[in-house]
Protein backbone atom coordinates (compact mmCIF):
# COMPACT_ATOMS: atom_id res chain seq x y z
CA UNK A 1 0.00 0.00 0.00
CA UNK A 2 1.33 3.35 -1.19
CA UNK A 3 -0.38 6.67 0.58
CA UNK A 4 0.46 10.16 -0.69
CA UNK A 5 0.30 12.90 2.10
CA UNK A 6 0.36 16.67 2.41
CA UNK A 7 0.94 18.77 5.65
CA UNK A 8 0.71 22.28 6.17
CA UNK A 9 2.86 24.78 6.76
CA UNK A 10 3.11 25.50 10.32
CA UNK A 11 1.58 28.27 12.59
CA UNK A 12 3.73 31.20 12.40
CA UNK A 13 4.28 31.26 16.06
CA UNK A 14 5.76 27.72 15.67
CA UNK A 15 7.73 28.05 12.47
CA UNK A 16 10.03 30.30 13.83
CA UNK A 17 11.22 27.49 16.63
CA UNK A 18 11.69 24.97 14.26
CA UNK A 19 14.29 23.86 11.29
CA UNK A 20 13.02 23.77 7.98
CA UNK A 21 15.23 20.45 7.59
CA UNK A 22 13.06 18.49 10.30
CA UNK A 23 10.22 16.23 9.63
CA UNK A 24 8.03 18.86 11.72
CA UNK A 25 8.46 21.31 9.15
CA UNK A 26 5.76 19.55 6.67
CA UNK A 27 5.22 19.21 3.06
CA UNK A 28 4.82 16.43 0.86
CA UNK A 29 5.66 12.48 2.59
CA UNK A 30 5.04 9.03 1.29
CA UNK A 31 3.94 6.04 3.24
CA UNK A 32 5.18 2.66 1.85
CA UNK A 33 3.26 -0.07 4.18
CA UNK A 34 3.49 -4.08 3.68
CA UNK A 35 1.85 -6.59 5.55
CA UNK A 36 1.78 -10.65 5.09
CA UNK A 37 -0.93 -13.06 6.92
CA UNK A 38 -0.25 -16.19 7.59
CA UNK A 39 -3.48 -18.92 8.91
CA UNK A 40 -3.09 -22.56 9.03
CA UNK A 41 -5.71 -24.93 10.74
CA UNK A 42 -5.47 -29.27 10.95
CA UNK A 43 -8.23 -31.28 13.01
CA UNK A 44 -8.31 -29.25 16.62
CA UNK A 45 -5.25 -26.74 16.57
CA UNK A 46 -4.92 -23.71 14.41
CA UNK A 47 -2.01 -21.00 13.85
CA UNK A 48 -2.13 -17.26 12.55
CA UNK A 49 0.60 -14.92 12.31
CA UNK A 50 0.92 -11.63 10.57
CA UNK A 51 3.49 -8.84 10.51
CA UNK A 52 3.58 -5.63 9.10
CA UNK A 53 5.99 -2.90 8.55
CA UNK A 54 5.61 0.96 6.93
CA UNK A 55 7.85 3.67 5.73
CA UNK A 56 7.92 7.07 5.03
CA UNK A 57 9.28 9.06 3.00
CA UNK A 58 10.05 12.88 2.64
CA UNK A 59 10.46 14.39 -0.59
CA UNK A 60 11.96 18.07 0.53
CA UNK A 61 14.01 16.48 3.23
CA UNK A 62 15.06 13.45 0.51
CA UNK A 63 14.69 10.91 3.89
CA UNK A 64 13.64 7.63 4.50
CA UNK A 65 12.38 6.68 7.87
CA UNK A 66 11.22 3.66 9.24
CA UNK A 67 7.94 4.32 10.92
CA UNK A 68 6.65 1.46 12.82
CA UNK A 69 7.00 -2.69 12.53
CA UNK A 70 4.41 -4.95 14.38
CA UNK A 71 4.20 -8.57 14.47
CA UNK A 72 1.52 -11.51 16.15
CA UNK A 73 1.81 -15.03 16.35
CA UNK A 74 -1.74 -16.92 17.73
CA UNK A 75 -2.14 -20.70 18.41
CA UNK A 76 -6.04 -22.27 19.27
CA UNK A 77 -7.28 -25.26 20.34
CA UNK A 78 -10.77 -26.57 20.23
CA UNK A 79 -11.12 -28.09 23.80
CA UNK A 80 -14.36 -31.27 24.39
CA UNK A 81 -17.77 -29.82 25.32
CA UNK A 82 -17.59 -26.42 22.90
CA UNK A 83 -14.17 -25.59 24.79
CA UNK A 84 -11.21 -23.33 23.28
CA UNK A 85 -7.59 -22.19 24.23
CA UNK A 86 -5.96 -19.65 22.91
CA UNK A 87 -2.98 -17.79 23.06
CA UNK A 88 -1.77 -14.70 21.15
CA UNK A 89 1.84 -13.21 21.38
CA UNK A 90 2.47 -10.00 19.48
CA UNK A 91 5.40 -7.35 19.85
CA UNK A 92 5.89 -3.59 18.11
CA UNK A 93 8.48 -0.88 17.30
CA UNK A 94 6.96 2.62 17.71
CA UNK A 95 3.36 1.95 17.39
CA UNK A 96 1.24 4.80 17.28
CA UNK A 97 -0.05 5.60 20.94
CA UNK A 98 -1.82 8.42 19.64
CA UNK A 99 -4.46 5.72 17.94
CA UNK A 100 -4.56 4.37 21.68
CA UNK A 101 -7.21 6.90 22.17
CA UNK A 102 -10.07 5.57 20.27
CA UNK A 103 -11.82 2.56 21.75
CA UNK A 104 -10.34 -0.83 20.98
CA UNK A 105 -11.85 -4.46 20.67
CA UNK A 106 -10.80 -6.53 23.49
CA UNK A 107 -11.45 -9.90 21.75
CA UNK A 108 -8.43 -9.65 19.01
CA UNK A 109 -8.51 -11.88 15.99
CA UNK A 110 -6.18 -14.85 16.25
CA UNK A 111 -2.51 -13.89 15.52
CA UNK A 112 -3.35 -10.07 15.59
CA UNK A 113 -0.89 -7.65 16.01
CA UNK A 114 -0.70 -4.85 17.69
CA UNK A 115 -1.91 -1.62 15.58
CA UNK A 116 0.60 0.18 13.70
CA UNK A 117 -1.35 3.01 12.15
CA UNK A 118 1.34 5.57 10.78
CA UNK A 119 -1.62 6.95 9.50
CA UNK A 120 -1.91 8.05 13.18
CA UNK A 121 2.13 8.60 13.98
CA UNK A 122 2.48 12.59 14.29
CA UNK A 123 6.25 11.85 16.42
CA UNK A 124 8.70 9.37 15.99
CA UNK A 125 8.96 7.30 19.30
CA UNK A 126 11.42 4.64 19.63
CA UNK A 127 9.88 2.31 21.72
CA UNK A 128 9.18 -1.41 22.08
CA UNK A 129 5.57 -3.07 23.32
CA UNK A 130 5.18 -6.45 23.81
CA UNK A 131 1.17 -8.41 24.52
CA UNK A 132 0.62 -11.60 25.38
CA UNK A 133 -3.04 -12.69 26.09
CA UNK A 134 -4.57 -16.25 27.07
CA UNK A 135 -8.17 -16.97 26.75
CA UNK A 136 -10.59 -20.14 27.81
CA UNK A 137 -13.90 -20.04 27.05
CA UNK A 138 -16.22 -22.93 27.10
CA UNK A 139 -20.08 -23.50 26.21
CA UNK A 140 -22.06 -22.67 23.18
CA UNK A 141 -24.00 -19.58 22.48
CA UNK A 142 -27.19 -21.42 22.10
CA UNK A 143 -27.09 -22.08 25.51
CA UNK A 144 -24.43 -21.25 28.65
CA UNK A 145 -21.29 -19.64 27.59
CA UNK A 146 -18.06 -18.94 29.78
CA UNK A 147 -15.56 -17.01 28.61
CA UNK A 148 -12.37 -16.12 30.75
CA UNK A 149 -9.62 -14.28 29.29
CA UNK A 150 -5.87 -12.85 30.92
CA UNK A 151 -3.78 -9.82 29.31
CA UNK A 152 -0.29 -8.34 30.19
CA UNK A 153 1.50 -5.76 28.05
CA UNK A 154 4.68 -3.76 28.42
CA UNK A 155 5.39 -0.48 26.78
CA UNK A 156 9.39 0.04 27.11
CA UNK A 157 11.02 3.29 26.14
CA UNK A 158 14.41 3.40 24.92
CA UNK A 159 15.35 7.04 25.73
CA UNK A 160 13.36 7.68 28.03
CA UNK A 161 11.96 11.48 28.92
CA UNK A 162 10.07 13.29 31.70
CA UNK A 163 7.33 12.55 29.92
CA UNK A 164 7.57 9.05 29.24
CA UNK A 165 7.64 6.39 31.48
CA UNK A 166 7.49 2.39 31.16
CA UNK A 167 4.57 0.77 31.73
CA UNK A 168 2.93 -2.51 32.53
CA UNK A 169 -0.17 -3.19 32.65
CA UNK A 170 -2.21 -6.69 33.76
CA UNK A 171 -5.99 -7.22 32.70
CA UNK A 172 -8.30 -9.95 33.63
CA UNK A 173 -11.89 -10.99 32.38
CA UNK A 174 -14.53 -13.32 32.97
CA UNK A 175 -17.88 -13.55 31.62
CA UNK A 176 -21.07 -15.86 31.61
CA UNK A 177 -23.68 -15.63 28.98
CA UNK A 178 -27.06 -17.80 29.19
CA UNK A 179 -29.68 -17.57 26.41
CA UNK A 180 -33.41 -18.28 28.09
CA UNK A 181 -35.37 -18.63 24.80
CA UNK A 182 -34.68 -17.94 21.16
CA UNK A 183 -36.05 -14.87 22.26
CA UNK A 184 -34.06 -13.25 25.04
CA UNK A 185 -30.22 -13.93 27.25
CA UNK A 186 -28.21 -12.44 30.06
CA UNK A 187 -24.99 -11.77 30.50
CA UNK A 188 -22.74 -10.54 33.58
CA UNK A 189 -18.98 -10.37 33.86
CA UNK A 190 -16.22 -8.95 35.85
CA UNK A 191 -12.80 -7.15 34.43
CA UNK A 192 -9.92 -6.41 37.06
CA UNK A 193 -6.98 -4.10 35.24
CA UNK A 194 -3.94 -2.57 36.79
CA UNK A 195 -1.19 -0.29 36.05
CA UNK A 196 1.57 2.34 36.52
CA UNK A 197 1.29 4.71 34.34
CA UNK A 198 3.89 7.37 35.90
CA UNK A 199 1.29 9.16 38.22
CA UNK A 200 2.97 8.06 41.56
CA UNK A 201 1.80 4.99 42.05
CA UNK A 202 -0.32 1.78 40.22
CA UNK A 203 -4.18 2.16 39.79
CA UNK A 204 -6.68 -0.34 39.70
CA UNK A 205 -9.88 -0.75 37.78
CA UNK A 206 -12.78 -3.26 39.11
CA UNK A 207 -15.66 -3.44 36.12
CA UNK A 208 -19.08 -5.27 36.13
CA UNK A 209 -20.85 -5.62 33.77
CA UNK A 210 -24.22 -6.54 33.16
CA UNK A 211 -26.22 -7.44 29.90
CA UNK A 212 -29.68 -8.57 28.38
CA UNK A 213 -31.05 -8.98 25.06
CA UNK A 214 -34.55 -9.40 23.82
CA UNK A 215 -34.99 -10.72 20.14
CA UNK A 216 -38.93 -10.97 19.12
CA UNK A 217 -39.58 -12.78 16.13
CA UNK A 218 -41.06 -10.56 13.16
CA UNK A 219 -41.49 -13.60 10.78
CA UNK A 220 -39.77 -16.79 9.71
CA UNK A 221 -36.35 -15.01 9.08
CA UNK A 222 -36.19 -11.65 10.40
CA UNK A 223 -35.93 -10.51 14.09
CA UNK A 224 -35.98 -7.63 16.12
CA UNK A 225 -32.79 -7.17 18.99
CA UNK A 226 -33.08 -5.03 21.54
CA UNK A 227 -30.24 -4.71 24.42
CA UNK A 228 -29.28 -2.88 27.40
CA UNK A 229 -26.00 -2.87 29.08
CA UNK A 230 -24.40 -1.43 32.35
CA UNK A 231 -21.30 -1.36 33.76
CA UNK A 232 -20.49 -0.01 37.50
CA UNK A 233 -16.71 1.03 37.47
CA UNK A 234 -14.33 1.21 41.35
CA UNK A 235 -11.30 3.03 40.49
CA UNK A 236 -8.56 3.13 43.04
CA UNK A 237 -5.35 5.26 42.23
CA UNK A 238 -3.21 8.07 42.74
CA UNK A 239 -5.03 11.27 42.50
CA UNK A 240 -2.76 14.65 42.40
CA UNK A 241 -3.96 17.40 44.78
CA UNK A 242 -2.93 20.97 43.97
CA UNK A 243 -0.79 22.19 46.91
CA UNK A 244 0.87 25.67 47.39
CA UNK A 245 4.60 23.85 47.35
CA UNK A 246 4.30 20.62 46.26
CA UNK A 247 1.57 18.56 43.84
CA UNK A 248 1.46 15.49 46.32
CA UNK A 249 0.02 12.70 44.96
CA UNK A 250 -2.91 10.96 47.13
CA UNK A 251 -4.70 7.53 46.67
CA UNK A 252 -8.58 7.63 46.45
CA UNK A 253 -11.42 5.86 45.09
CA UNK A 254 -13.61 6.93 41.98
CA UNK A 255 -17.11 4.99 41.27
CA UNK A 256 -18.33 5.76 37.65
CA UNK A 257 -21.08 4.20 35.95
CA UNK A 258 -21.61 3.84 31.94
CA UNK A 259 -24.01 2.30 29.82
CA UNK A 260 -25.35 1.58 26.51
CA UNK A 261 -28.80 0.68 24.85
CA UNK A 262 -29.60 -0.19 21.24
CA UNK A 263 -32.17 -1.56 19.15
CA UNK A 264 -32.49 -3.10 15.59
CA UNK A 265 -35.19 -4.04 13.41
CA UNK A 266 -35.40 -5.22 9.76
CA UNK A 267 -37.69 -3.39 8.02
CA UNK A 268 -36.68 -5.08 5.09
CA UNK A 269 -35.04 -8.42 3.41
CA UNK A 270 -32.34 -6.79 2.77
CA UNK A 271 -32.28 -4.06 5.08
CA UNK A 272 -32.11 -3.09 9.05
CA UNK A 273 -31.83 0.10 10.95
CA UNK A 274 -29.92 0.45 13.88
CA UNK A 275 -30.20 3.39 17.11
CA UNK A 276 -27.76 2.92 19.71
Known amino acids: EIAEGFDSDLPPELASSISRNVVQSGGFSTIFQATADYAHSVKRVGLAGNVSTAFRYYQDLDRLDAISHTAGLGASVRLPKGGSLQLNQSAAYSPSYLYQL ?157 GEASASYPFRPNWTSTAR
Not at 143 to 159: I, K, L, P
Open 102 to 258: FPVDNSPDLGEPIPANPDYQIAQTESYVYNTRLALSFGSAQGTAVTTSGNFSRTDYQHQAAAYVDVDTYEARAEVARRLSPRGALSAGYAFRSGEYGSGGPSEEHRLTIGAEYSPALSRTRRATFRVGLAPTRFNGPLHTPDATVDTPVNANRFLWS
